[in-house]
């Protein structure tokens, strides 16, 4: 078996570009008027991984816990949003001649005289900060809490690469938590552990996942301390997510408070006391682009079935755009076409969602298909099945098939995932 790091790192990414254009997971932006630079449309599997990321995201470091509220704030804020949070000043890039450019989105709000300048933000972290208030207010949380929001950003990127690593158009998946000044190294180390644990989880390759610790001259304005994780990627060893400990920078600078209840003694249930302090916060941050395209280098795996090398992306159940596809074993028979359509798919379509009906070419062509899209089990309706009530199911890794009865296909998929 060849997996991505045995497989030529030169080629690697044209593969992967490849698969994702051929399988309808990724396009270039504007494809027909010669594309746009740092633009990507996703396409159904793409729209179905990125989703499976993001609810995966949501379920662990949301639903989850009792400490995190959701919220989806506008892309569009106030000008003086981005002035307050030192964007406007200090959001640049140098240019090659050493000028400083902001890589802000500047756009207008009205018409004519009464126009007034705005941004797309170039972040999701200040829509969550100047709701920090309405949060306390709806919710009454205690400390420490947070905020986690997964919505667009913008940058004006002098020069996107690499695909989808690096665009002007992308997605974040972020959390602001906030915490008394005097515990900021233990949720800093906290949320580094539960960073790593949901890479793991997704089932990014770890022996590929490095931390780098940021000096201070290049973090960015809010920050007192940032680890970059970084992956192997076929160009090099680039920043995936982040970790940052932002102070009390931005509560203070938007002139946000907190009423602390300092903890209970002895367990009388009464606070000591109660303070107005400004909160301090710790932000993991995750780029849901930079994570599919770390789960694709990660997944993509090579091997040699039938004396032929076989691509397929070795996504977990639970992750894969599809988790499995439904065919007859030919699609010109209308006893077979029936039963599948009516007795398989319909139902597991209604219990998982995620199915496919897949009835174009011979079983071979559809099997490698679904292999290159990640889907983890095939499902073939033959003519057997019409006496016996049994399918073949084919495992995506192994190759290897059994036969499951019709009525147990459910439970049987609900175990491997």
């Not at 002098?158 to 915490?179: G, L």
């Not at 006893?335 to 219990?351: D, G, S």
């Not at 995620?354 to 298909?369: E, H, L, S």
Request: aromatic letters at 12%; proline letters at 4%; charged letters at 30%.
């Amino acid at each position: 078996m060849i997996n991505s790091k045995d497989t030529n790192e030169n080629d690697l990414m044209d593969k992967i570009v490849s698969l994702c254009k051929r399988r309808g997971f990724v396009f270039q932006g504007s494809e027909i008027y010669g594309g746009l630079a740092g633009t990507y449309d996703w396409g159904h599997y793409g729209v179905a991984l990125k989703n499976n990321i993001k609810q995966n995201w949501w379920k662990k470091f949301v639903d989850g816990r009792r400490d995190i509220y959701g919220i989806d704030a506008a892309i569009l804020m106030n000008r003086k949003v981005w002035e307050t949070s030192g964007h406007v000043a200090g959001f640049v890039d140098p240019m090659e001649d050493g000028k400083q450019f902001n890589v802000m989105f500047k756009t207008q709000i009205g018409a004519g005289d009464e126009a007034v300048v705005s941004y797309l933000r170039p972040e999701t972290a200040q829509g969550m900060f100047v709701n920090f208030k309405n949060i306390v207010d709806a919710f009454h949380p205690k400390l420490p809490f947070g905020t986690a929001q997964i919505g667009k950003a913008f940058r004006n990127e002098i020069a996107p690469r690499d695909f989808i690593f690096r665009q002007r158009e992308f997605e974040q998946m972020e959390i602001e938590y906030f915490i008394r000044a005097n515990d900021w190294e233990k949720y800093f180390e906290y949320w580094k552990s539960e960073m790593l644990e949901w890479m793991e989880e997704v089932g990014l390759d770890m022996a590929k996942v490095r931390e780098l610790e940021i000096p201070k001259e290049n973090r960015a304005h809010y920050s007192s301390r940032t680890i970059d994780f970084e992956f192997d990627y076929p160009f090099g060893r680039k920043e995936l997510f982040g970790l940052a400990y932002r102070t009390d920078f931005d509560l203070k600078n938007h002139k946000l408070e907190y009423v602390d209840e300092v903890p209970t003694s002895e367990g009388t249930g009464i606070p000591i006391e109660s303070k107005v302090i400004i909160p301090h916060v710790i932000e993991p941050t995750f780029g849901v682009d930079r994570a599919i395209l770390a789960l694709l280098l990660s997944a993509y795996t090579e091997d040699k079935q039938g004396g032929e090398i076989r691509s397929y992306l070795k996504f977990k159940p639970n992750i894969a755009p599809v988790i499995c596809a439904v065919s007859p074993l030919l699609k010109n028979k209308k006893e077979l076409v029936e039963y599948a359509n009516i007795k398989v798919y319909a139902p597991l379509k209604e219990e998982f969602g995620r199915v496919a009906w897949d009835d174009n070419g011979n079983i071979g062509k559809r099997y490698r298909r679904q292999d290159e899209i990640g889907t983890p089990f095939c499902i073939v309706i033959d003519f057997d099945t019409l006496t016996d009530n049994t399918v073949t199911v084919r495992d995506r890794d192994t190759g290897e098939q059994e036969r499951v009865k019709v009525s147990d296909l459910q439970n049987y998929i609900k175990e491997k995932i």
